[in-house]
Nanobody
């Protein structure tokens, strides 16, 4: 199994920056994809970014270069650097990890979520 612990959320002013962290433990060697989702009040959960074990990254179109996902394999840490934050970025952010059990069978693990609020 995999355990995910998130941190770094909080209150920030528009235009500010924030870095979210996600610490993974357990069967980390079998994780092939990690990423972030977010969910704002009254909206559906949406994908923010993901990173595969080989290093390739993927981002949602709405970010327009403001966010960066990275992974420290040695420390089993996932990061989301958020710059030029806007009020519409306000949401609960969730870390996830996909662990390959066997061919075409994957288990997804979720963090508890961390709240990001962008407001004056």
């Amino acid at each position: 199994q995999v355990q995910l612990v998130e941190s770094g959320g909080g209150l920030v002013q528009p235009g500010g920056s924030l870095r979210l962290s996600c610490a993974a433990s357990g069967s980390v060697s079998s994780i092939n994809v990690m990423g972030w989702y977010r969910q704002a009040p009254g909206k559906q959960r949406e994908s923010v970014a993901s990173i595969v074990s080989g290093g390739s990254t993927y981002y949602a179109d709405f970010l327009k270069g403001r966010f960066t996902i990275s992974r420290d394999n040695a420390k089993n840490l996932l990061y989301l650097q958020m710059n030029s934050l806007k009020p519409e970025d306000t949401a609960a952010y969730y870390c996830y990890a996909d662990r390959r059990l066997r061919l075409n069978i994957t288990q997804r693990y979720w963090g508890q979520g961390t709240q990001v609020t962008v407001s004056s």
